[in-house]
């Protein structure tokens, strides 16, 4: 019987450290590949004609507070629209998210409230997913050159999507919004990770987007 818990220990143990390392080195990748092309700096931005923003919802789903991924994101497109390094702005997320909240036409209302041009706004609801976003953007709007805009941890898992996807594009940068210092916030960072393993099981899987239907 001891054996048999010595074997199972050893065993849990290892897959432990698989799990661990699988997660230092898909981190550490992505991180390699986004180096140099995300950026905090508005002057550092390269003037293009497309920003994409990632959705997220306006409220926290736990206790309906604040959520500063939102504003943030807000804050950084209002700043590089403003500042003229970005023309227009695609809006990719959930039309529908686990809490019934249109992402896109509530990030589009923020936007217009910050004195950016409606006609300068394009919505997608069917960007569920990272993924989905970044291949939308090059293949449904024929979009093939454009600044990333979330928080540095997203742009960077973007921007490794959209290249090792075989996407045609070409000056991909991240403009990094402002990160939130919540102790809610944590979970979004330790989610992260797991989402950075995911990202390499979606391209070894030879993963799709949902649709590739226009939003409307």
Not at 129 to 135: C, G
Not at 159 to 182: C, F, K, M, R
Request: proline letters at 2%; aromatic letters at 12%.
């Amino acid at each position: 019987m001891k054996k048999y818990f010595r074997f199972l220990l050893w065993g849990a143990g290892v897959v432990i450290l698989a799990c661990l390392s699988s997660i230092v080195v898909c981190n550490q990748m992505i991180v390699n590949k986004a180096k140099g092309k995300t950026f905090y700096e508005i002057d550092s931005i390269t003037p293009s004609d497309y920003g994409l923003l990632l959705g997220t919802t306006p409220q926290t789903r736990i206790g309906r507070r604040t959520n500063y991924f939102f504003k943030y994101r807000i804050d950084a497109t209002e700043q590089l629209y403003k500042a003229g390094k970005i023309k227009h702005i695609l809006i990719s997320g959930d039309e529908n998210s686990l809490d019934g909240v249109n992402e896109v036409k509530c990030m589009k209302d923020s936007l217009v409230a910050h004195g950016v041009d409606a006609n300068d706004i394009i919505l997608d609801g069917k960007g569920y997913r990272t993924l989905d976003a970044v291949v939308r953007t090059v293949k449904v709007y024929d979009i093939h050159s454009f600044v990333v805009i979330s928080q540095r941890f997203h742009n960077e898992r973007a921007i490794y999507l959209t290249e090792s996807l075989g996407l045609e594009v070409h000056d991909i940068q991240g403009y990094n919004a402002a990160a939130p210092t919540s102790i809610m916030s944590l979970m979004t960072y330790i989610r992260e990770y797991f989402a950075r393993v995911k990202v390499f099981v979606d391209i070894l899987t030879d993963k799709e987007p949902l649709t590739y239907e226009k939003y409307s």
